[in-house]
């Protein structure tokens, strides 16, 4: 660390010490690498100190600190923003990770989630009641970035994450605490509910929980010689899906080192015989090369795709959204899938559709309520690997083939740094409200989880 940074860090270490009665600081050490370590091993930035926050009293208290030495604020939940958002170079990384308790009221149907809890920790809560959380597809993922947007395997039914939110407990850029719901901070709480976390830091929240009597979900693999007709089949197919099922699909590496076309349905209906028969046909689109589907737990499902996506791999996302499955989109997602870079690398296209598409556009700063598909292109490689900059050529080269056929914005959850083009679009109708609340809730800026508009306020 340079001496310009050393200075300003431990000034604000010292302060802060001074002021947690039970958190930690780190300007080094073990809880200062697991403070800035990310999904993404791609990020190395490396912030002046690390707080691990112990209650919401010391959230406030890091945030005070960090603009009274002058530092950048940047906080962590889960740290899958790919684009390393989650961590400030120089400045103060907020690590809520010692924040994870779920406490679940099974006759309310509600459960109280703290900050750093991840979709892992609040299934895993609300499984023994019979109950579970909409979530989006990794359990690793926290679960209040995840709120503030949020697609998933239940959004047919449940809507979105974010649709969820019944309240949020959030630490202002003053380090003043409020409670935002319909009835107190209205603004705020709207704002929240698809502008992310760059309005505070939220602390805690209450999320509406789901009664499922049946949850059945699985993967088809295709091979890659059946690719067109799948994705043609699946064209025809979804428009028609009832709100039980969401189905996920896309593009990945199979065992044998070739490109298989996936698809995995989930069923969260309460009629097991219509889930079977709704599964049975995801599983008919061709010739399977594999079909593995039945009742699964929310629990299982998130931890599978922990598996498959563990921390440490080096990440590029690019996100395009496409109102439907169109012959355009599919010759481009054909042409990137016959040549990846990469065999860790994968397109997941995510269906909005159901019960997520009929909430009123201006319910939620959510920018997109018609039904239409986000595709998640994702090159991944290791971290050894010598070339990286062709895994990133390809996944903009898709995104750039998608361009013709896709919507003018998409999901900003994933949006990297660069594509400024896309952030006024991604936010539809909302972009002066949400800059309005922001004047009013951040005007120096202190919060920027994720790209906002241009403009007074803005990223």
């Not at 860090?9 to 809880?31: E, F, I, K, N, Y």
């Not at 309005?199 to 949850?215: A, K, N, P, W």
């Not at 998409?410 to 896309?422: M, V, W």
Request: aromatic share 4%; net charge negative; hydrophobic share 45%.
């Amino acid at each position: 660390m340079t001496s310009q940074t050393h200075q300003p860090s431990d000034r604000l270490a010292a302060l802060l010490r001074g002021q947690l009665h039970t958190g930690r600081v780190a300007t080094s050490g073990p809880l200062y690498e697991a403070g800035r370590s990310l999904w993404n091993g791609a990020v190395t930035a490396r912030p002046g100190a690390v707080v691990r926050c112990a209650d919401t009293e010391e959230v406030a208290a890091a945030v005070r600190a960090a603009r009274e030495c002058g530092v950048p604020l940047s906080v962590r939940g889960g740290g899958h923003d790919w684009a390393g958002r989650a961590v400030a170079q120089d400045g103060l990384t907020i690590d809520l990770s010692g924040l994870r308790t779920v406490t679940v009221d099974p006759v309310a149907e509600v459960a109280l989630v703290q900050g750093g809890a991840t979709a892992g920790d609040v299934v895993r809560a609300a499984q023994p009641h019979g109950l579970t959380a909409v979530t989006g597809t990794a359990g690793s993922v926290g679960m209040a970035g995840l709120t503030l947007g949020g697609y998933g395997p239940l959004g047919g039914r449940f809507g979105l994450a974010l649709d969820n939110l019944l309240s949020a407990e959030v630490v202002l850029a003053d380090g003043g605490v409020v409670t935002a719901d319909a009835e107190h901070e209205p603004d705020l709480f709207w704002a929240l509910r698809g502008g992310g976390g760059n309005f505070g830091v939220v602390t805690s929240m209450r999320i509406r929980l789901h009664r499922l009597r049946t949850l059945l979900s699985g993967l088809v693999t295709y091979p890659w010689d059946q690719a067109p007709a799948v994705l043609t089949a699946l064209a025809e197919e979804l428009p028609e899906a009832p709100d039980e099922l969401t189905a996920q699909f896309g593009v990945l590496t199979g065992p044998a080192d070739e490109p298989v076309v996936f698809v995995a349905p989930t069923w969260s209906g309460d009629d097991a015989v219509a889930g079977e028969r709704a599964l049975a046909r995801c599983a008919a689109l061709g010739t399977p090369l594999a079909a593995h589907t039945g009742p699964v737990t929310m629990p299982d499902q998130l931890a599978a795709i922990d598996a498959q996506f563990p921390y440490g791999r080096h990440v590029e996302i690019r996100p395009r959204s496409v109102p439907a499955l169109t012959p355009g989109v599919r010759e481009a997602l054909l042409a990137a899938g016959s040549a990846p870079t990469s065999p860790l690398s994968a397109v997941s296209v995510h269906s909005l559709h159901g019960a997520a598409a009929r909430v009123p556009v201006a319910e939620t700063a959510f920018g997109n309520r018609d039904p239409h598909l986000m595709i998640e292109i994702l090159a991944l490689w290791e971290p050894d690997d010598p070339e990286p900059a062709r895994h990133r050529a390809w996944a903009a080269g898709l995104a750039k083939a998608l361009e013709p056929e896709a919507l003018p914005g998409t999901y900003p959850n994933l949006l990297g740094p660069d594509e400024t083009a896309h952030i006024a679009h991604s936010y539809g109708p909302h972009a002066q409200r949400l800059l309005a609340v922001k004047r009013r809730t951040d005007p120096d800026g202190v919060f920027r989880a994720l790209p906002l508009p241009a403009g007074p306020g803005g990223a």
